[in-house]
């Protein structure tokens, strides 16, 4: 089976569950942080909204390198959140789906400010830089959500805030 057929259905799952807590997120809620060093909510669910985008960036270049001082995407609203998610999900599956198992073997780099931070194969990029370090930041959001008494959608299995309804169906 080539590696594209396995990652997908596991692509597929993440980010469905993922633009289920991004529903979440309120307007007025965007300037709320829970710490002086935490990002805003809106800084956060943005950063999430725009994981999927390093997909198609993994899959499209070798090298990928930043500078300090580089503005951070920042969405104006939930609709434009929700909107930039599923552009970047369709284009990264896209991507993802078209690669081949060589593409997947090819290194990529991530350099910040001249020095190289990560250099792995393109399989591992996606897992580790991409997968896991939105699904770590999601979890971060139903926090941020769950300290402004925003319920929280289940990602695998129903939610505390989903379970008050299956009791009171199965009562």
Not at 80 to 100: H, I, M, P
Not at 126 to 138: A, D, L, P, Q, T
Request: no cysteine; aromatic share 8%.
């Amino acid at each position: 089976m080539p590696l594209s057929e396995a990652l997908l259905p596991e692509f597929d799952e993440e980010m469905k569950n993922t633009r289920k807590m991004l529903e979440r997120v309120p307007d007025e809620k965007f300037d709320y942080k829970p710490h002086e060093k935490s990002m805003t909510m809106g800084r956060l669910a943005s950063h999430v909204a725009e994981m999927p985008s390093w997909a198609a960036h993994t899959m499209q270049m070798e090298l990928l390198e930043m500078q300090p001082g580089q503005a951070p995407y920042l969405a104006k609203s939930n609709k434009q959140l929700l909107e930039d998610f599923d552009k970047n999900v369709a284009e990264g599956r896209k991507l993802l789906a078209a690669a081949t198992d060589a593409d997947f073997a090819k290194i990529w780099t991530f350099k910040y400010g001249g020095h190289t931070v990560f250099a792995a194969p393109r399989s591992v990029v996606i897992r580790s830089v991409v997968m896991n370090h939105m699904i770590h930041h999601r979890a971060q959001l139903g926090v941020y959500l769950r300290l402004n008494e925003v319920e929280i959608p289940g990602m695998y299995g129903p939610s505390a805030d989903e379970m008050k309804y299956w009791t009171a169906q199965n009562s």
